[in-house]
């Protein structure tokens, strides 16, 4: 995942506010440099108080940036392929969310990253993530002490696979067709809440929108509406299989499928997997069964849902590769 190449290093920035988690943070710093990336730290919040420089300086090779201080790597043109924020306070977090650039430093996380991290306390994640902004993600500390470092290990461990998933996806696109009926048009919304917050899950991803929806890697059929019959009236109905041989070889196919519907009757596979939308849940069909993918605090079920559609598609990758 990394070159012995200073210049080809991933590089990664953490942001240290105040508390004890920021001051046991300089375990989750070793491990990124034990695994050959380039780290640096920025101070938010008199995180100073928490965090001493030499610690910094021993661990990244460099001096944090601070309020106070602009170290050298601060007017490098180089971008970090990922942010991580510890425990900003709450005003610092506003200021993320709304993306305002009012203090350098936070300008600096927000225009050198392209997303953002954060681990925060869970009385700080916001209760209600529909309208998060997808390039943040959400993961609360644990209440003890103790607890942070088998917490920075998982961390740690997660972020590395998504950077793995995000290089591997760099070139992968999705289609997302919502096709409602011309008669009902006048009355559905035809931009539901959900189908944005998954719309924002697939690119923060790293996955692009295709031009033409034959050429993606991922089609989504995502209405899952009534339909009319052959009297006019509304019905439920299973899901139109798409046709697979007008699609690019190997594609991934989604269905979204109505609730009135039993979804264990329809017949899923490697490459076509059957969505059904629940209170605060996701059901999903696949060559294996159904499972349930919940809504968690500070990551819904379409994030979640993303980040399984992301290894299925590096591993279909990995695996043409092999046969190549």
């Not at 200073?6 to 004890?20: F, S």
């Not at 697979?244 to 609730?259: D, Q, T, Y």
Request: charged share 20%.
């Amino acid at each position: 995942m990394t070159s012995r190449t200073r210049k080809n290093r991933t590089r990664v920035l953490l942001a240290l506010g105040k508390g004890i988690a920021s001051s046991l943070a300089t375990e989750l710093a070793m491990l990124f440099c034990h695994a050959g990336c380039e780290v640096k730290v920025a101070l938010l919040d008199n995180g100073h108080e928490w965090v001493s420089e030499s610690a910094i300086r021993q661990i990244s090779g460099s001096a944090p940036l601070s309020a106070a201080h602009r170290p050298g790597w601060f007017f490098a043109q180089q971008a970090f392929d990922l942010a991580i924020a510890i425990a900003p306070a709450s005003l610092t977090q506003q200021l993320l969310q709304a993306r305002l650039t009012s203090d350098p430093i936070i300008e600096f996380i927000l225009q050198k990253s392209p997303t953002l991290w954060l681990l925060q306390e869970p009385a700080q994640i916001p209760a209600d993530s529909e309208d998060a902004d997808a390039q943040l993600i959400f993961r609360a500390l644990p209440a003890q002490p103790h607890q942070l470092s088998p917490f920075y290990q998982q961390v740690f461990a997660e972020c590395i696979a998504w950077l793995a998933a995000r290089r591997k996806l760099n070139r992968k696109t999705f289609a997302l067709n919502y096709q409602i009926p011309e008669a009902l048009k006048v009355i559905a919304n035809t931009r539901p809440a959900w189908l944005a917050r998954f719309d924002r899950a697939l690119q923060s991803c790293g996955l692009g929108l295709a031009s033409e929806g034959s050429e993606a890697d991922l089609i989504i059929s995502a209405y899952d509406g009534p339909q009319f019959d052959a009297d006019n009236r509304l019905v439920f109905v299973e899901p139109a299989l798409p046709e697979r041989a007008a699609h690019r070889n190997g594609a991934l196919f989604i269905v979204f499928v109505a609730p009135e519907i039993d979804l264990t009757a329809l017949t899923a596979d490697k490459n076509l997997l059957l969505v059904q939308r629940r209170n605060n849940a996701l059901h999903v069909a696949d060559s294996h069964g159904i499972r349930v993918i919940p809504d968690l605090t500070g990551q819904c079920c379409y994030t979640r849902f993303c980040s399984q559609l992301i290894t299925h598609l590096s591993r279909a990758t990995h695996g043409r590769e092999q046969h190549a």
